[in-house]
């Protein structure tokens, strides 16, 4: 095998007249007239090779080419003409297609076998398929295009914080259980059998064990798992960027992270991320009915209680009455859905906790449709406090739950923007969310959770309510959102053990289950722990936004299904019997589950 002098991206017009050796990837296969052309591609383009009949050894070989075939091959550059209608031959879709190659030798390195799909049919068959095969499917330049942008953002954030002085530090995949949130993945310990360790849902807490240490700056692109029920966009292992930096207030890492967001957005898209918006947590809800607000488009939520109250319609009295509130969003040109459509519209927000949809059009300045004969003496009143249109819908929320209500309005107003096309493609719009409640009380539940991790400061000013109020407290917590995505989040951390311990017994966790959950921590804390903080933000997601796409499987190389299987390894699969011997575990033959012994 010779050495290769160019990439299959490479040539140009400059390159006329001289000799070449590629390799790569037979990609498409063309014979004319005994004229062979073969297409041949590697990661970084394509280039057309034109076989003569004069060059007997190297035309006789190509003749036995196929797609997907891997082969070298060494010819003369020269410009491509036109064809004998004047015509350009130039393939302007390529970036070498001012140029093409006359062979003069042929290596095949490695014969394939006839694909179940070719990579540039690749969006022609299911995603089950692509993933079984997904060495094949990697091959398509649209894969190999994210991959790469991948590889870029990760230079990105290493180059970013280098600059800054922080140094990357890896911590360990083998941890212990700390059933705070999503379940964990065990490992069992053939040496303490009985015993198990945890893959890591983040590295939170050794991130603030290395604060204590004076590592002060601290980074890290790690891999983070979580045993979660199935969801479209998560995967049970994804990639995450973490930081931790001492001696910061608030201010300092959103700085911070706002210049790394500038740096990926021009590098890779070219496009300038301006000064980026704070939302009080709190607005965002009543606003938006979301922590995560999508502000590509309006629609804000619009409390339209007051008038509500002055109807007879007893869907909306009767919420009032039980201490509920009525909220509404003005939809731009919904007045053209249909009957059929606002009904569906009604069965889809039960998902979300509503009752139904109440809706009306507007028409003449005034209600029409739907629930207007119910709100008729409010009805110019409403359409002048909506700032509604002829033309527009009005959609309302309506529950003894204000939860509910937002909850319901905030899917809403996403689905709707997406559905009659509000939404400006190429725009995007950030925004820092701040003020978040420390905890959250679940009825289900009776008790609080963080709303983040236990592990958030409170506000300085609302310490005195950790143990009268704890529902009104506010944290130093922040998220970084885009385009109503989430992108990360982070927090100024407790570094003081007595404050830590106060926010456990908050939680429900006595002192008893702390030691035995967090006690390395609370150990550390003891021994002059600085102020410090951080932040997280998931990589996979990052990728999706700059390579315009939905779907998390397409920016990781090798992912799991829906269902956390890898059907290129058929992955999980059971293990032999002495195995589990090794680790202590036997399965219960009528189940098929495995136990511990």
């Known amino acids: 095998m010779k050495k290769r002098t160019h990439s299959c991206g490479a040539l140009r017009k400059d390159h006329a007249g001289q000799t070449v050796t590629l390799a790569g990837w037979v990609n498409n296969y063309r ?12 990661r970084d383009g394509i280039t057309q090779f034109v076989f003569n009949p004069e060059e007997k050894e190297a035309h006789e070989l190509a003749s036995k080419l196929r797609l997907e075939d891997v ?8 410009e491509r003409g036109v064809d004998d209608k004047g ?34 049919d690749a969006h022609k068959v299911s995603e089950e398929k692509r993933l079984q095969y997904r060495f094949i499917d990697l091959r398509q330049p649209r894969m190999q295009e994210i991959l790469k942008t991948r590889h870029r953002v990760t230079k990105i954030m290493r180059d970013h914080y280098d600059s800054e002085g922080f140094y990357e530090i890896e911590t360990p995949f083998l941890c212990k259980s700390t059933p705070e949130g999503a379940r964990d993945f065990l490992v069992p310990s053939r040496l303490q059998p009985g015993s198990f360790y945890a893959l890591p849902q983040s590295p939170q807490l050794f991130k603030q064990i290395l604060m204590v240490s004076g590592m002060e700056k601290y980074f890290q692109i790690v ?17 995450q960027l973490d930081v931790e930096m001492s001696f910061v207030e608030v201010e300092d890492i959103i700085t911070t992270h706002e210049s790394l967001m500038r740096k990926i957005w021009k590098t890779v898209l070219d496009v300038d991320v301006p ?45 009032i009455e039980k201490g509920g509130i009525v909220k509404a969003i003005r939809v731009p040109g919904g007045a053209k859905l249909t009957r059929k459509q606002t009904d569906a519209l009604a069965v889809w927000v039960k998902d979300f906790g509503a009752g139904g949809l109440p809706i009306t059009k507007v028409v003449d300045g005034n209600v029409s449709t739907g629930i207007a004969k119910f709100i008729e003496p409010i009805g110019n009143k409403l359409v002048t406090l909506m700032g509604a249109e002829d033309g527009d819908l009005i959609c309302f929320g309506v529950d003894a739950k204000p939860a509910t209500v937002h909850r319901v309005l905030g ?66 917590a922040y998220d970084l959102v885009l385009n109503g995505s ?30 035995e959950k967090f006690g390395f921590l609370l150990n550390a804390l003891k021994f002059g722990a600085p102020p410090h903080g951080g932040i997280a933000f998931g990589l996979d997601r990052i990728v999706m936004h700059l390579c315009n796409t939905t779907n998390i499987r397409d920016v990781i190389a090798f992912p799991k299904t829906q269902t956390g299987a890898d059907l290129m390894l058929d992955a999980p699969s059971p293990v032999e019997d002495a195995q589990l011997k090794e680790l202590s575990i036997r399965k219960n033959l009528t189940t098929e589950k495995i136990i511990k012994e």
Request: with cysteine.
């Open 71 to 78: 082969a070298q091959i060494t010819g003369n550059v020269i």
């Open 486 to 515: 989430e992108l990360g989040g982070g927090s100024i951390r407790v570094h003081d053990m007595n404050m830590q311990k106060r926010v456990f017994k908050m939680l429900g966790i006595d002192e008893e289950e702390a030691v």
């Open 411 to 476: 899917e809403l107003r996403v689905k709707l923007a997406h559905d009659l096309e509000l939404i400006k493609e190429g725009d995007w719009k950030w925004v820092w969310i701040v003020d978040f409640p420390l905890v959250e009380y679940r009825e289900e539940e009776g008790r609080f959770f963080s709303t983040h991790h236990p592990f958030t400061a409170p506000n300085d000013e609302d310490i005195d309510k950790l143990e009268t109020d704890p529902g009104a407290i506010k944290s130093k």
């Open 87 to 120: 015509k350009s031959l130039v393939n302007k879709k390529l970036a070498t297609g001012e140029v093409e190659v006359v062979a003069t030798g042929l290596e095949i390195l490695n014969k394939a076998e006839t694909p179940p799909f070719v990579p540039n």
């Open 275 to 319: 000064e980026i918006p704070r939302m009080a947590y709190d607005d965002a809800i009543n606003n938006y009915g979301s922590d995560r607000p999508d502000l590509r488009f309006d629609m804000q939520l619009v409390d339209v209680t007051e008038l509500a109250s002055k109807t007879d319609f007893k869907v909306f009295t009767g919420a």
């Open 223 to 239: 891999r983070c798992f979580r045993d979660e029920d199935p969801r479209a966009d998560r995967q049970a292992e994804f990639t």
């Open 31 to 42: 014979d004319h007239g005994g004229v062979i052309f073969i297409d041949l591609r590697d």
